[in-house]
Structures are given as C-alpha cells and as structure tokens.
C-alpha cells in the first residue's frame, strides 16, 4: 500500500508547489466504510475526485478505454490526502504523538496485549491494537534502511507471520511535475499505462478537489521493475540528487514518448517510495 505524502516545493519563481505524491485517491466497497466516508464529506475533509479515467497502451500509443460514468467512484482527502488521518488525530479522546519512532512492539498474552518502546527505550504504554501503514515493521528491508531490527519480532506472534507473507511490497519512484500551461492534448486526468517498462500510472494533481490551479501539476508512478531494478543498482540507502535526477529525467522521457506530452515542465523532482 501506498501511503500519501504531501511535499511543499518550491518553483523556479519562488512560489510553492503542492504535491501529494503517494496514493492517488481511494475507492469504498464496504457500507459501512462508505457511510463513514459520507460524514468525512460532510465535515469538508474528504470530496469525491470527479475526473476522466483512461488507459494507456504504450506499445499503440493509444488510449485502451476511458472511464465510463458509474465505475467505483474516487474519493480524495481536501485540501490533501492527510487531511483524513489529521482529523482522525484531532477526534475527542484521541492523543496524538509526532516525531517518535517506535523501536519495538511486544505482543503480551494479557488484557492489554501490545506494550511499545520507542528509539530512546523508553515505554509509550499498554495498547488493544497497533495499526501500521506497511510490513516494513516486520521485514528485513527496515535493517537495510535503519541498521535496527525491525519493531516487530514474528517469532513471537507466528499466526500473524502466516498472514504477513501474503501481504506484498513493491517499490515504486514517483514524479513531481509542473507545467506552466495545460496539456491539452491528453484527454484524461488520470491514467494507467500498458506495456511500458518504466511507467504505471499517472495524475492530474492540480484537478482533485480544493488544490491550488495557479500551475497545473502531474505525478507519475513508476513500475515495481522499474523500482527495482534502480534499487538492484543502488541499495535501498539515500539515493544522491545525481541519481534522483537521472530517474526524473527516464520517467520523464517514458511520459514524452507517449505522444501526450509536447511541453517542458519548470519542475521536475523524484521520489523513493
């Protein structure tokens, strides 16, 4: 899963750039997480992203299909995607800790089964649940980024270990772009891409509901290959702007090749997820 990540970037001009350069949008099945999602509207923190959809086909460079009204409707946080775990945050009863890594979490066979340790060691309390956002508190890619073990020991916990393996990682880099005028010529605002080595999806991001239109703006996703393959070459440690740059300009030169692009963003900047 892709978390969301909003980034403030700053123009050649000097004005700020708004990205939010994780998962794009989220779609609801379920009744009752819709219902939910219907307060969220209410309360101004969430709006449905009422956009054209469409696929890509690298190989024809040409659209495959674009979304027909009535496909699972794509719901956004307003003004960005964080603006929903900042309410949750902000709910009665609710404390809320920044800027604390937690080092170790214990499964205890008691009422309160969770007991976590932050970096320093010192105990934050007893909990009824733990939600993380990815498996890396589990994986050995933690060790490789961190040096530390990863938080959560699954030897003491096996049946969650059974569950975990099911759950997959895959890395993907994501491209911050600004243009000055509109790209007019692709007909969507939102698109996955097929047979490509390099790119997955692409976005609109100055399009979703309660962002700034002064510059328009695209991310684009690369492909779990792709990731990979940069990652076989350079490890998972800080990659160095020279790199950084390099990938910007291959995901960028995918995007060109499609025919869509005839403009030169004033901004471009990658991102490891």
Known sequence: MMMSRLSREIGEDGKELMFDHGAPFFCVSNS???????????????????????????ASNKFLGIQQEGDAKKYVGVPGMNSISKALCNESGVKSMFGTGIAKME???????????????????????VVASDKNIVSPRFTQVTGLPPPLDLSLV?????????????PCFSLMLAFKEPLSSIPVKGLSFKNSEILSWAHCESTKPGRSTDSE???LHSTPDYA?????????????????NKISEEMFKEFQCSGLVSS???????HRW
């Not at 309160?112 to 649940?129: A, C, M, Q, Y």
């Open 32 to 58: 009752d997480a819709m219902a939910l999602v219907h307060e969220w509207e209410s309360r101004g923190f969430v709006s449905e992203w009422k956009q054209v959809f469409g696929s890509f086909d690298c």
């Open 158 to 170: 096996p049946e969650l270990a059974t569950k975990l393996q099911n759950i997959p990682v895959l």
């Open 217 to 219: 703006r695209w991310i």
């Open 228 to 244: 990979n393959s940069v990652i076989a070459k350079t490890g998972l440690q800080k990659l160095s702007s020279e790199t950084l």
């Open 107 to 129: 499964w205890l066979e008691e009422e309160i089964p969770w007991l976590l340790t932050d970096s320093k060691g010192e105990n934050l309390g007893r909990f009824d649940g």
């Open 264 to 270: 030169l963003p004033f901004f471009m900047k990658a």
